[in-house]
């Protein structure tokens, strides 16, 4: 990374696009302290992150990936998992407030209806590593359990790049209901991420072009290349 340096202002969002191997992943590999930094400094709510312990900068983040991480379990294991909700999911029938809070996040993430629809509801097994849950399912139970969590910072890593178009959309809805938090998106289709409030494009680790989507379309720059090859490919698949 080379003199890369933006804000993003609380309850917005930003993304970060650009081809393979531009630098976005490791962007949240930073803000995630997966290890430090040689120079500079990343700063979160006006604090050095290099000055807090990871645990404390943990907690106060919260990640939707595109491989969601589930366990061999329960789906309320794999819903409260990562919360202080964990060591009372024992406890989830005698204690209304920590239920109410599991199925206010499952309906907020459209996951709601696929619960009721099993017979052993918030108690189903999902199976090693979701095997019995659809990519779209598997997702909308990673964005329930991050507002679950309910982090000050939301990180959506190529939250949607593996799934189909339809199951695309159903995420973006259920999305829809962090957009007031502050949150970083890498993405890779620009569809999902124009709505941002500043969208970065970098290149070889290094910032290219920065503003919002119809900014950056009237630049005629990289970003309105990739956005144009974007949507030849897709009507292109559509008349397939």
């Known amino acids: 990374m080379q003199d890369v340096?933006?804000?993003?202002?609380?309850?917005?969002?930003?993304?970060?696009?650009?081809?393979?191997?531009?630098?976005?992943?490791?962007?949240?590999?930073?803000?995630?302290?997966?290890?430090?930094l040689n120079e500079g400094s990343i700063l979160v709510n006006g604090e050095n992150?290099?000055?807090?312990?990871?645990?404390?900068?943990?907690?106060?983040?919260?990640?939707?990936?595109?491989?969601?991480?589930?366990?061999?379990?329960?789906?309320i294991y794999n819903l409260t998992y990562g919360s202080h909700y964990i060591e009372k999911m024992e406890e989830?029938?005698?204690?209304?407030h920590v239920k109410r809070a599991?199925?206010?996040?499952?309906?907020?993430?459209?996951?709601?209806?696929f619960i009721q629809r099993q017979p052993d509801g918030l108690n189903t097994l999902v199976g090693e590593r979701g095997l019995r849950l659809s990519g779209g399912e598997k997702q909308r139970l990673s964005i329930a359990r991050?507002?679950?969590?309910?982090?000050?910072?939301?990180?959506?890593?190529?939250?949607?790049?593996?799934?189909?178009?339809?199951?695309?959309?159903?995420?973006?809805?259920?999305?829809?209901?962090?957009?007031?938090?502050?949150?970083?998106?890498?993405?890779?289709?620009?569809?999902?991420?124009?709505?941002?409030?500043?969208?970065?494009?970098?290149?070889?680790?290094?910032?290219?072009e920065r503003g919002t989507h119809e900014e950056l379309l009237e630049n005629k720059g990289k970003y309105h290349q990739m956005w144009v090859a974007q949507e030849k490919a897709k009507k292109e698949s559509m008349t397939e």
Do not use: W
């Open 49 to 75: 992150i290099a000055h807090v312990t990871q645990k404390s900068l943990r907690q106060c983040l919260g990640i939707v990936p595109q491989d969601t991480v589930l366990f061999n379990n329960t789906l």
């Open 92 to 96: 989830l029938d005698s204690l209304s």
């Open 102 to 113: 599991v199925e206010e996040a499952c309906k907020k993430a459209q996951l709601e209806d």
């Open 5 to 36: 340096s933006f804000t993003v202002k609380a309850g917005t969002s930003t993304a970060l696009v650009g081809a393979t191997g531009s630098g976005k992943s490791t962007c949240v590999r930073l803000m995630y302290r997966f290890y430090d």
């Open 146 to 208: 991050c507002l679950l969590r309910n982090p000050k910072i939301s990180v959506f890593d190529e939250a949607t790049s593996a799934l189909d178009s339809v199951t695309e959309k159903e995420i973006q809805k259920a999305l829809e209901v962090l957009k007031d938090k502050t949150s970083l998106v890498i993405a890779h289709r620009l569809s999902t991420i124009k709505n941002c409030e500043q969208i970065i494009v970098l290149n070889f680790g290094k910032i290219l």
